[in-house]
């Protein structure tokens, strides 16, 4: 992994876990629905961006990595596999 994107990806979950700490302590004071809700669809977007800069890394490196050393079968599966979890629909 890239060491900037292993810095911005610790900071981010540092982030996240602060935030769910938050929406924890609104729920133990029964703050009001929307209120949680609202800060719930915050962790879901910083989830997001963190897997964005999580898969722009490994596609700059492992990818790569991957492609010169003969293993396009295996990275490209990969891939497959982590956007078929992202989106179970498909």
Request: aromatic share 4%.
């Amino acid at each position: 992994m890239l060491k900037d994107v292993k810095k911005d990806a610790i900071k981010r979950l540092a982030y996240i876990e602060g935030h769910l700490e938050g929406i924890r302590k609104m729920i133990e004071e029964d703050r009001y629905c929307v209120d949680v809700l609202k800060q719930t669809f915050a962790v879901r977007r910083a989830i997001e961006r963190l897997e964005t800069r999580l898969v722009e890394g490994h596609l700059h490196t492992c990818i790569v990595e991957g492609v010169k050393g003969g293993r396009e079968k295996q990275v490209l599966g990969e891939l497959v596999e982590i956007f078929s979890v992202k989106n179970p629909a498909r």
